[in-house]
């Protein structure tokens, strides 16, 4: 048992030692099935309890020992769909998430046109996730049980799972993004990345894009590789041949905003990938006076630090106050003074404001810098726009001689 573990263990750190990016050539990696336990309560509702069990998938071949004994393998052996020729730049232990579920076809009963298929077929989704959102990539596991099970398996009926079985699979389909969350700017043009590999050349296949918004759904595009129909646009037909149905968006306005859903379905298999898009517009910051001030003391003036053009609406102003000289290790005065206009709504969609304050001019305050700090959600530091104030003493009134 440990020396098998010890396996496991060599596998991923000499991957690592070697400089390995596709992770072609790592033959396990440790997973986590999502198995559903269905029970029916006393009015006939179905409830569903999830239990979290440790699996692997083992790439390999039918026959092969299990890599690690202690968890459920699902040995994925030949099929010219390989997840792992998707997976660039993860590191296995830090950067990559993997959940396996059992898929039901929803009543669907055809065997599946790929070589070695069988009626009695069952059906489990894998799904890759990279930590820092870099890919999303889910495939549909195909696995012919010594025994069919009676009837169709689906929630009602699912065959157990024992501990430590092994499951012999194959790799029927994928879907795979490597955008599952986008920021844009507004008049771009961005592209949703959404590719697929299926095991034969499938003839009944179908590829849609959808837009989630405000609890309306829209289809952008559609086509059926058999009836030949198309519907929309933004996906090119000989990206579809190559198996790329990304879209292309017209360009961006704050209506782009919402959840992009690529589904591309084999019947009786059907994926689909959720890209969320978000419109980010960083603001415009000026004032409305020059890099210095100068002023007579007891002079008023009016200053105003102007953000223009954000998206979305979360702005954060505030004024502060540097002494002369740095102020000698001190932090900077937040000014409490400071009064805002209301937002400004534009018709692009994006928002403007205000804030503002009286600069009564001291010579106590002469040399201070004053800056104003603007903090959106499209900016990775705060932008800061800055003044310095100069005060000169107002001149002595002379006595006039009698």
Known sequence: MRLNVNIVICLFLCAEVLGIQSLQ??????????????????????????????????????????????????????????????????????QLQCEI?????????????????????IWFTSTLRHTDGHFVITSFLRHTPATPTPGQADYRNWPAIADREMLTTSTAMLVFTRTPSVWVGLMKQPSLHCQFDVDHKAVD?????????????????????????????????????????????????QSSEGTYVCLVSVPPLFGSHEIALHIMEPPRVSLNVDSVIS?????????????????????????????????????????????????????????????????????????????????????????RKSFTLIVTARAANKRKPY
């Not at 069990?53 to 968890?71: E, I, K, M, Y």
């Open 25 to 94: 050539q790592v033959p396990w990696l440790p997973c986590m099935l999502v198995d559903e336990l269905v029970k029916f309560n006393d009015e006939g509702h179905a409830e569903t309890q999830y239990q979290h069990r440790n699996a692997g998938l083992q790439f390999g071949h039918p026959g092969d020992s299990a890599l690690n004994p202690n968890a459920i393998t699902f040995l994925v052996t030949g099929s010219k769909v390989d997840m792992r020729k998707y997976i660039e730049g993860a590191v296995v232990e830090h």
């Open 101 to 121: 579920r059992r898929y039901s076809t929803e009543g669907i009963q055809m065997r599946w046109p790929g070589l070695g298929a069988q009626d009695h077929d």
């Open 205 to 253: 296949l179908t590829v849609e894009w959808r837009l989630q918004r405000r609890g309306e759904r829209t289809t952008l595009f559609s086509h059926s590789r058999r009836s030949g129909q198309r519907e929309g646009g933004g996906v090119e037909l000989k990206g579809i041949g190559r198996g790329d149905a990304s879209l292309t968006l017209p360009l961006t306005k």
């Open 295 to 383: 002023l007579v003391e007891t002079e008023k003036q009016k200053v105003v630090c102007e953000a223009e053009g954000y998206y979305p609406l979360d702005v954060e102003m505030e004024w502060f106050r540097e002494p002369s000289g740095g102020g000698g290790g001190l932090l900077p005065e937040k000014l409490d003074t400071v009064l805002y206009s209301s937002h400004r709504h534009h018709q692009d969609g994006t928002y403007s404001l205000s804030a503002f304050f009286l600069l009564h001019a001291s010579l106590h305050d002469s040399g201070s810098k004053y800056f104003c700090r603007v903090s959106h959600s499209s900016l990775r530091m705060p932008i």
